[in-house]
């Protein structure tokens, strides 16, 4: 079964620290860009970042820039997200998600398009920042 499985979601205070993973099964990720999703109750899904393939290009949204840093480990087939300095606003359930196409839309400004209801998405991980 092709699936991704998101991880490391929790509570935290304002100005804290959680790092996110997201682990592949049944395929390998190392052809694929992966890109991290979140939403808040109430609010639309939100594009928050995007690693290629390689890792050579990412992309942030302008809410979590200086902040988050997104990376991967092929030899792991994972994908992290670090989440630094966060903020009430931060809370939402975080998803991550690949197409399984080895275009890389990472460069784009509204990359974020590039991913909708047939892509491969995982449960998803709740993240709290609340003091």
């Known amino acids: 079964q092709l699936q991704l499985v998101e991880a490391g979601g929790g509570l935290v205070q304002p100005g804290g620290s959680l790092r996110l993973s997201c682990a592949a099964s049944?395929?390998?990720?190392?052809?694929?860009?992966i890109g991290w999703f979140r939403q808040a109750p109430g609010k639309e899904r939100e594009g928050v970042s995007c690693?290629?393939?390689?890792?050579?290009?990412?992309n942030y949204a302008d809410s979590v820039k200086g902040r988050f840093t997104i990376s991967r480990d092929n030899a792991k087939n994972t994908v992290y997200l670090q989440m630094n300095s966060l903020k009430p606003e931060d809370t939402a359930i975080y998803y991550c998600?690949?197409?399984?196409?080895?275009?890389?839309?990472?460069?784009?400004?509204?990359?974020?398009?590039?991913?909708?209801?047939?892509?491969?998405w995982g449960q998803g991980t709740q993240v709290t920042v609340s003091s």
């Open positions: 998600v690949t197409n399984r196409k080895t275009a890389n839309p990472c460069g784009l400004r509204n990359w974020y398009r590039v991913y909708g209801v047939g892509d491969y």
């Open positions: 049944g395929f390998t990720l190392d052809y694929y860009a």
């Open positions: 690693i290629s393939s390689g890792g050579r290009t990412t």
